[in-house]
Every structure is written in C-alpha cells, then in structure tokens.
T-cell receptor
Framework: GEEVAQTPKHLVRGEGQKAKLYCAPI?????VFWYQQVLKNEFKFLIS????????ETGMPKERFSAKCLPNSPCSLEIQATKLEDSAVYFC??????????????FGPGTRLTVL | GESVGLHLPTLSVQEGDNSIINCAYS??????FIWYKQESGKGPQFIID?????DKRQGQRVTVLLNKTVKHLSLQIAATQPGDSAVYFC???????????FGKGTSLLVTP
C-alpha cells in the first residue's frame, strides 16, 4: 500500500496479559521500525528489520518483547505479560531500500495500548 | 549521554506570521536530520529532511537549516496557517545509523 498500516488502533489488556500489534509497511519498503511513544512525548526506538531479518534490536526489552517480519505477512510486535508501564502508543515506520545511508521513515497511525 | 533536545516546548504564533522551531543535537556522528509534524491522535508526518552535507533545504513553505558547527537544527514555516498547529519533532540518526533519535517536541499553536 501507499501508507503504513497498523492494527488494531486501540488495544486494552489487563496486566499480565499478552498484546500483539501488527504493521504492514509501504509496498516496496525494505526496512521496518518500531517505536514506543509514552505520554505524547518522546519516542523510544525498539527494533528494526531489513526485510525479514532483525537489523537492530538495541532498544528491545528482551524479557517480554518480541517482534517478527515474516514474508507475505504483516510485521508483528508482541508483548508477553504486559505491565502498566507498557501503556503507550506503538508506532511502526517503514523506509525504502537504503544503500548504507539513513532514509526517510514513514510512520503509521499507531496502536494505542492501555494496560489496566 | 548523546541526546536531541528542543529549546522551546511551546510556541504560539499568529496566522500569517513565520514560525521558527529550534532543535539542538549533541551527537557529532549524526548525518541525517528530519522534522516530523504530529497532530493529536495521529502518527508523525514527514515534513522535510536534510543530510549533513547540506546546510539548508527548502520545501513548500518550510525550510530546514543545519548548523553543524554548533549542532543546531531549525524548521522555518512561512505564513503559518491554523492547520500547522501540531507538535513538531526533530530527529537524527546518531550512532545507530538507521534508527531515529527524537527530540522532546515543540507544540506550535497558530492563533487567528
């Protein structure tokens, strides 16, 4: 598609439950990025993919967070055993194939996760 | 640690005036800079970007200026309109190369 698509728009989970978020990048884009935005403020980088391969996972809280980008499927971000502090808006972004340089990242509308 | 920050958290301007939003960064390794506009309940919308081999780039009603000497980035919006009201974020690629480091955001309010 021409835009990054994210589902669901809103997700409510009880503390300890699992949450799974989905992202479909712009067609033809090779890179997918996940960011977390808390309180409409700063963005925290979580993980990036180059096609189906993890490119950079330095921001991932590895104990409970996992992500995948499988061929012919939306990318996913999964949080096992959610905690209150996971409440945030999770954004996915995609960018075109890059020959060793940073390129423009286009963001989706986000998934608002509320952990009760 | 390395960080990106904004000088002003809020900016109020009158419709038709020019707006300038500033951003300081600290990582001298950054070579890519980008401005996003975020409206309430929406994702960041790309405005303009610039690479470190340039010091100025213009778009439609927007100009980005990069001063590498003092590690300063600014976004100028000409003839600001009510539709420009939003939070503006600067971001740079820092050490990661591809992932973006975002600043705190400046809220721009355009009054009629």
């Amino acid at each position: 598609g021409e835009e990054v698509a994210q589902t669901p728009k809103h997700l409510v989970r009880g503390e300890g439950q699992k949450a799974k978020l989905y992202c479909a990048p712009i067609k033809g884009h090779s890179y997918v990025f996940w960011y977390q935005q808390v309180l409409k403020n700063e963005f925290k980088f979580l993980i990036s993919f180059q096609n189906e391969n993890v490119f950079d996972e330095t921001g991932m809280p590895k104990e409970r967070f996992s992500a995948k980008c499988l061929p012919n499927s939306p990318c996913s971000l999964e949080i096992q055993a959610t905690k209150l502090e996971d409440s945030a808006v999770y954004f996915c972004a995609s960018s075109p194939p890059a020959s060793g340089i940073t390129d423009t990242q286009y963001f989706g509308p986000g998934t608002r996760l509320t952990v009760l | 640690g390395e960080s990106v920050g904004l000088h002003l958290p809020t900016l109020s301007v009158q419709e038709g005036d020019n707006s300038i939003i500033n951003c300081a960064y600290s990582n001298s390794a950054s070579d890519y800079f980008i401005w996003y506009k975020q409206e309430s309940g929406k994702g960041p919308q790309f405005i303009i970007d610039i690479r470190s081999n340039m010091d100025k780039r213009q778009g439609q009603r927007v100009t980005v200026l990069l001063n590498k000497t003092v590690k300063h980035l600014s976004l100028q919006i000409a003839a600001t309109q009510p539709g420009d009201s939003a939070v503006y974020f600067c971001a740079e690629n820092g050490d990661s190369g591809y992932a973006l480091n975002f600043g705190k955001g400046t809220s721009l309010l355009v009054t009629p």
